[in-house]
Structure formats: C-alpha cells, structure tokens
Nanobody, 114 residues
C-alpha cells in the first residue's frame, strides 16, 4: 500500500478545498480509508473515515462541513472541505486499514487564513 495525498494549500476562511488520496501499491481493497489531521503543537486527530461499504463517520468539529467519499478507482478517497475555519489549519494525513493493518500516507498541508 502506498498512499499519496494531495490537494492542500492556502485558503481564506469560508473557502473550500478538496483533498485526494490514491493508492498505488495494493492489489486488494482497503476496508476503511480516512483522514486525520495534526495542527502545530497538537496531537494527530481523526477527521473522518469511510468504509468499503460507504458508511462514514466524522469528528464533531467537521460534521456538516466536510464530506468523505470514495473514488471509482480502487483505494481512492476524497475529502471535500467547505466553510473552512482557521482552526482547520493542519497537516492532513490519509489513512487506510486492511484486516487490522494501518497504512499512512504522507501529509498535505492546509492553511486557512482569517
């Protein structure tokens, strides 16, 4: 599994960004894919995840603003972020799980200016 995240950048508060995560190594479908984020000086935290069946779960802080979806291609996941706030500023990491094994991608940085 080789997860590659992209799509980060600088955006003004209230704006939107779409992050993408694609896998280039697995010949199996990940059971879960999702996103975590780590703000400067803080612990890494869950943003949300989606199961292979399409069930989603989100952190309370992003509910109603962020949407996770799986792409048509195997092991592809997107994070649509709307109504961004300065507190959403963080490095966002893609994560995949297969039969209990966790895989991490490299981070993509999101900066929201006020």
């Amino acid at each position: 599994v080789q997860l590659q995240a992209s799509g980060g950048g600088l955006v003004q508060a209230g704006g939107s960004l779409r992050l993408s995560c694609v896998d280039s190594g697995a010949d199996f479908s990940l059971n879960y894919m999702g996103w975590y984020r780590q703000a400067p000086g803080k612990e890494r935290e869950l943003v949300g995840f989606i199961s292979i069946g399409g069930a989603t779960n989100y952190a309370d802080s992003v509910k109603g603003r962020f949407t996770i979806s799986r792409g048509v291609a195997k092991n592809t996941v997107y994070l649509q972020m709307n109504s961004l706030k300065p507190e959403d500023t963080a490095v966002y990491y893609c994560r995949g799980v297969y039969r209990g094994t966790v895989y991490w991608g490299q981070g993509t940085e999101v900066t929201v200016s006020s």
